[in-house]
């Protein structure tokens, strides 16, 4: 997230807005006392976190609240593995503080600069056929509702409010607190490996159920599928970390440095992506390591890009990654980020992309000074023939028409957020589009 002068820009530079009042509340009160506020100017008000989304989800033109001041642990609770953490705790900060009781997150994605709160209220994920989502974890939440009052769902109280509340878009309420149910603190053990496209695809599969987490990375224009596969192992495990020479070549020279330089020639010279795109898989994805879960699951991105990733039946994945591998064929274009391909587990949570179904994940993007319309919407097109939904934290156009055919609990959802917003204090113009005015 960013701040110029009066202006707010999110990560990817998809979306700015000037809000009429900004405010960084330090407490669930101070949120509390702004909700009041606003409701009394007839303002809206929304709580951005990190601003990673691609999507407008977290545009606040009304009064925008800052949590970067709201972060951290509010309790632990060793015999249940349960802990609470105020809503704007970054992911990064989450290892950490889990640490000292000896817990980790079951599951993370691969980025983890979010906050806790704007991660599962867009349905961020990992990868394991076994494993949920980020808002899977949620058994608890606090929020301040549109009338200025605490609102907690949990096994005790309105438990019944938990699946739509976990990933709520920000459209019930502002999250204060989240509890999460956590695991012992473990391992993985990683190999990182190219293989033949074909091979994979062919196989992925067996290649899922074999491994904990698997997923696989595809530079178009090669033949290669840079696969990364990874075993839990207990803490006690002995760690065998990259080397930290080595890490940094691979991760900040290579794929960070050289690599945001190559995506900035590509604008001008289209004929050096598909060469640079070979040569990257012959210098990248050939490793194995041991390490804590969050140092394996997580990586370092810096180079700036737009993004869109749709989540569909897991038996539908590979029809619709080969029938993307073809369109880039046909079209002739020149693309220099690899697509991303991922697995989750089902879950109840009701707008979850994978609500009631195993999911695989197909994720495109494009450099951020490269305008991504027509390579996404011809993507998109092709995802939604296979069933897909959108993930909402990134680029789609889908409205609430299209998006009620794919979400069984969607009216529930609808339903709900009329009764906790009725006077829509927490909308903005994205929401309106993806859940009616």
């Known amino acids: 997230?960013?701040?110029?002068?009066?202006?707010?820009?999110?990560?990817?530079?998809?979306?700015?807005?000037?809000?009429?009042?900004?405010?960084?509340?330090?407490?669930?009160?101070?949120?509390?006392?702004?909700?009041?506020?606003?409701?009394?100017?007839?303002?809206?008000?929304?709580?951005?976190?990190?601003?990673?989304?691609f999507t407008g989800i977290a545009v606040a033109p009304g009064v925008l609240l800052e949590l970067d001041d709201m972060q951290g642990l509010v309790s632990a609770d060793t015999a249940s593995r349960r802990v609470t953490l105020l809503a704007g705790t970054r992911l990064h900060r989450i290892p950490g503080l889990l640490a000292p009781f000896g817990l980790a997150m079951e599951n993370l994605g691969d980025i983890d600069r979010q906050s806790i709160s704007g991660a599962i209220s867009t349905g961020t994920h990992g990868t394991g056929a076994r494993f949920g989502g980020l808002?899977?974890?949620?058994?608890?939440?606090?929020?301040?509702?549109?009338?200025?009052?605490?609102?907690?769902?949990?096994?005790?109280?309105?438990?019944?409010?938990?699946?739509?509340?976990?990933?709520?878009?920000?459209?019930?309420?502002?999250?204060?607190?989240?509890?999460?149910?956590?695991?012992?603190?473990?391992?993985?053990?990683?190999?990182?490996?190219?293989?033949?496209?074909?091979?994979?695809?062919?196989?992925?599969?067996?290649?899922?159920?074999?491994?904990?987490?698997?997923?696989?990375?595809?530079?178009?224009?090669?033949?290669?599928?840079?696969?990364?596969?990874?075993?839990?192992?207990?803490?006690?495990?002995?760690?065998?970390?990259?080397?930290?020479v080595g890490r940094w070549i691979d991760e900040t020279l290579l794929s960070n440095g050289v690599y945001r330089a190559v995506c900035a020639a590509g604008q001008f010279a289209p004929a050096v992506t598909a060469p640079f795109n070979r040569l990257a898989v012959t210098l990248t994805g050939d490793r194995r390591y041991t390490d804590l879960s969050h140092r394996v699951l997580t990586q370092s991105r810096t180079v700036r890009f737009r993004e869109m990733e749709y989540a569909l039946p897991a038996e539908n994945t590979v029809a619709a990654f080969r029938a993307v591998r073809a369109l880039i064929d046909a079209r002739g274009w020149r693309i220099e980020f690899p697509i991303e391909v991922r697995f989750a587990a089902a879950d109840d949570r009701w707008l979850s992309t994978a609500y009631g179904r195993a999911s695989g994940y197909i994720a495109v993007h494009r450099y951020w000074r490269v305008d991504p319309t027509e390579y996404f919407e011809a993507v998109e097109q092709i995802m939604l023939e296979h069933g897909g939904r959108p993930h909402w934290g990134k680029l789609h156009t889908l409205t609430a028409d299209g998006l009620r055919e794919r979400y069984p609990r969607f009216d529930d959802f609808t339903a709900l957020r009329d009764r906790l917003d009725p006077d829509r204090r927490f909308t903005n113009r994205y929401l309106d589009r993806v859940l009616g005015a």
Not at 163 to 189: D, H, K, S, W
Request: aromatic content about 6%; glycine content about 8%.
């Open 1 to 53: 997230m960013t701040r110029i002068g009066g202006t707010w820009q999110n990560w990817g530079r998809s979306v700015q807005v000037t809000p009429l009042r900004v405010e960084r509340p330090r407490t669930p009160e101070g949120v509390q006392r702004a909700v009041v506020a606003a409701a009394a100017r007839g303002l809206s008000i929304k709580a951005v976190g990190a601003g990673h989304s």
């Open 135 to 244: 808002a899977a974890q949620v058994v608890g939440v606090s929020l301040v509702t549109a009338a200025g009052e605490f609102l907690r769902i949990d096994e005790h109280q309105n438990t019944e409010l938990l699946p739509a509340v976990a990933l709520g878009l920000g459209a019930l309420g502002i999250i204060v607190e989240v509890t999460l149910q956590c695991v012992p603190a473990f391992v993985l053990e990683a190999v990182d490996e190219p293989m033949p496209l074909d091979d994979v695809l062919d196989t992925v599969s067996e290649r899922i159920s074999a491994s904990d987490h698997f997923e696989f990375y595809w530079f178009p224009h090669t033949d290669v599928a840079l696969t990364k596969r990874q075993t839990r192992l207990p803490e006690s495990t002995r760690r065998q970390p990259l080397p930290v």
